[in-house]
């Protein structure tokens, strides 16, 4: 179900792109397929929440107004996470649960020295314990490195992608980390992929700190959080 009306700088509207690209949708907007059992979306303009198909609709209708009803203080938010579990866990087999801060990138973010883009003629960058990412980059994923000493010390990857929109995956190297390598690796693949005319994403989990401590020292703007559940009807 196309969003309307197309406002190409609303995180919703770069949302809804991000999950129609990854997952089906049915003709009431509902997930089918492997997408996750329950998909929620808050920003500063709202909350917006997704729930699978095979779900009956009275538990998405519960969802939604769970959803929608007013937050409290963020040390509560794991309560409402845990209310929507219960919801969920009587009708279907709850695999994994996730949540965490959504950030964006500024405009005219410095381009980092230092840093390759990777590709099957130079994915032997890898090679210094970063070897499980030589899949992605030889599929064609959109992946830049930061090297130290003529390797990758880390690198960020496009995990979710769209055309509208990419979502950041990052590792830095095992003996590499605290250096900010990480943080080199990210700023240049947000201009990889603005480069291709997609706003970059990034995304972590709310027990991440480290993560979190990358997306501060690269000054992302905070710009709305998701909560997923996954399993399977």
């Keep these: 179900m196309e969003p309307t009306p197309p ?9 809804d792109q991000l999950l129609q690209a990854m997952f089906g949708h049915d003709e009431c907007g509902r ?21 699978h198909a095979d779900l009956p609709d009275a538990l998405a209708e519960r969802v939604q107004a769970l959803a929608a009803a007013p937050r409290g203080r963020p040390q509560a938010w794991a309560q409402d996470y845990a209310r929507l579990v219960e919801l969920v866990a009587p009708l279907a087999a709850v695999a994994a649960v996730r949540a965490g801060p959504l950030y964006g990138f500024p405009p005219g973010l410095p381009e980092p020295d ?26 064609g994923a959109m992946m830049a490195a930061a090297l130290a000493e003529g390797r990758a010390a880390a690198v960020c990857a ?24 990480g943080r080199r ?13 997609a706003e970059p994403l990034y995304g972590t989990t709310f027990d991440n700190l480290p993560s979190q401590r990358l997306a501060a020292g ?6 709305g959080s998701e909560f997923s559940i996954y399993g399977a009807v």
């Design 7 to 15: 406002d190409t700088g609303d995180l919703r509207w770069r949302a």
């Design 218 to 223: 690269l000054g992302l703007p905070l710009v």
């Design 114 to 139: 230092g840093c390759a883009t990777l590709t099957a003629a130079n994915v032997g960058l890898l090679a210094d314990g970063l070897d499980e990412w030589a899949p992605d980059v030889l599929a």
């Design 185 to 197: 690796a990210v700023a240049a693949w947000a201009g990889l992929v603005r480069q291709a005319g």
């Design 31 to 51: 997930l089918t397929g492997a997408a996750p059992l329950v998909h929620i979306l808050r920003t500063a303009r709202g909350t917006w929440a997704r729930v």
């Design 158 to 181: 496009s995990v979710r992608a769209s055309p509208a929109v990419h979502c950041a995956g990052v590792e830095t190297a095992p003996g590499r980390r605290g250096c900010g390598h």
